[in-house]
């Protein structure tokens, strides 16, 4: 079994089950194969009420926050739970790597956009409600979340990064697209 701090059995499981997926990647694979695979073993986990402890789900009142709940020794791989209060969002980013993003708790909603002259493009918002499972790999992969409903909301991550060492996966963060000129 993988050894990390407060890690749960079915966690433990989880674990397994992504670094089995992140193992399957042959050179040259595209990053967004990748994180459709891991999408794949996500899916599976987001019903199981024993995935996080209480200490894991717990909010920030100043704005949404990461639990980094496991990095792969070789970094290929962090998990990582964001705890969203009704109404935090994150800024419009994207990122260094692949993501993959699974509702656990709640419903959150995601703005895609695309570059367009000097500005960004919303070109399409989505609600994932627990269950619902996200595959991005940059380029490409600009996006906003937030939680839309009225009581907490909790996502599972999956990034092909250490989080622990980069602070997070985000590479760049947008301006508003009104603000944009």
Partial sequence: MISAIAVLPRTGELIDAVAHAVGEESPGDPQLLTAERIAVV??????????????????????????????????????????????????????????????????????SYQPENSTLKPVATNFHPVGAVSALAPPGDIHRVRNCGSELAISIHVYGTDVAAHGGSIRRCYLEPSSMA
């Avoid at 990095?71 to 800024?91: C, D, H, I, K, N």
């Fill in 42 to 111: 996500l899916r599976k986990f987001l019903h199981d009420p024993d995935l996080l402890t209480p200490e894991q789900q717990e909010p920030d009142a100043a704005h949404y926050r990461q639990h980094v709940l496991y990095v792969e020794p070789s970094a290929r791989f962090s998990l990582v739970a964001l705890v969203w209060l009704p109404g935090q969002q994150t800024p419009i980013h994207d990122h260094t790597t692949w993501c993959v993003a699974g509702t656990y708790r709640g419903c959150e909603q995601e703005t």
